[in-house]
């Protein structure tokens, strides 16, 4: 199984919005609303960020947002701040009961 | 506030073992809604999902590393453990596990960075 596409790097202003794209197939990310977005800081462990698709745990801000359409799935930062510079990873469940993860997105806040 | 800790050797040999464990606190790793993760991230890459346990000692793993892997649970110690096969340079990589709740990681160990080197 390959890992989500995601693009490598995404970039915006601050205050500005961006998406990050996390495209699969039919038997992970486009089957299930089982799609969970995630935050990672350089050397720290991710950060559940959104959960079923467009989900947001308790904590989290709601400047992040999830939706999905076909066969990707997609991570909208609203009102992009300086601290939103560091890395994403989308995850799926797939149809053969395992996970895959996105190939991870850097988001630079110009 | 749950929280999970692993620990382990850093620095493991060609050919040999890897073994890592997992101690949870703040919540009793027998719980009925949670299966215990265990995922990796070679360096400068993406994550990879291992495999989980549930407090039952039911486990599932990721087929491209099933031949390799055995994940156990010692409930008595609130742990549950990694152990992987002959490793190679391919298994270097900071080693995390993770509490599942449905299908997402809520909790996570801050990692454990493994180094296959002679």
């Known amino acids: 199984q390959s890992a989500l596409t995601q693009p490598a790097s995404v970039s915006g202003s601050p205050g500005q919005s961006i998406t990050i794209s996390c495209t699969g197939t039919?038997?992970?990310?486009?089957?299930?609303?089982?799609v969970s977005w995630y935050q990672q800081h350089p050397g720290k462990a991710p950060k559940l960020i959104i959960y079923?698709?467009?989900k947001r745990p308790s904590g989290v801000s709601d400047r992040f947002s999830g939706s999905k359409y076909g066969n990707t799935a997609s991570l909208t930062i609203s009102g992009l701040q300086a601290e939103d510079e560091v890395d994403y990873y989308c995850s799926s469940y797939t149809s053969t009961a395992t996970y895959l993860f996105g190939t991870g997105t850097k988001v630079t806040v110009l | 506030q749950v929280q999970l800790q692993e620990s382990g050797p850093g620095l493991v040999k060609p050919s040999q073992t890897l073994s890592l464990s997992c101690t949870v606190s703040?919540?009793?790793?027998?719980?009925?809604?949670?299966?215990w993760t265990w995922m990796r991230q070679r360096p400068g890459e993406g994550l990879e999902w291992i495999g989980y346990i549930y407090y039952s000692g039911t486990t599932y793993y990721n087929p491209s590393l099933k031949s390799r892997v055995i994940i156990s649970v010692d409930t008595s110690k609130n742990q549950f453990s990694l152990t992987l096969r002959s490793v190679t340079d391919a298994d270097t990589a900071v080693y995390y596990c993770a509490r599942q709740f449905f299908q997402y990681w809520d909790y996570w160990g801050q990692g454990n960075l493994v180094i296959v080197s002679s």
């Open positions: 039919s038997s992970d990310v486009g089957g299930y609303n089982f």
């Open positions: 079923e698709v467009t």
């Open positions: 703040g919540g009793s790793i027998i719980s009925e809604t949670h299966y």
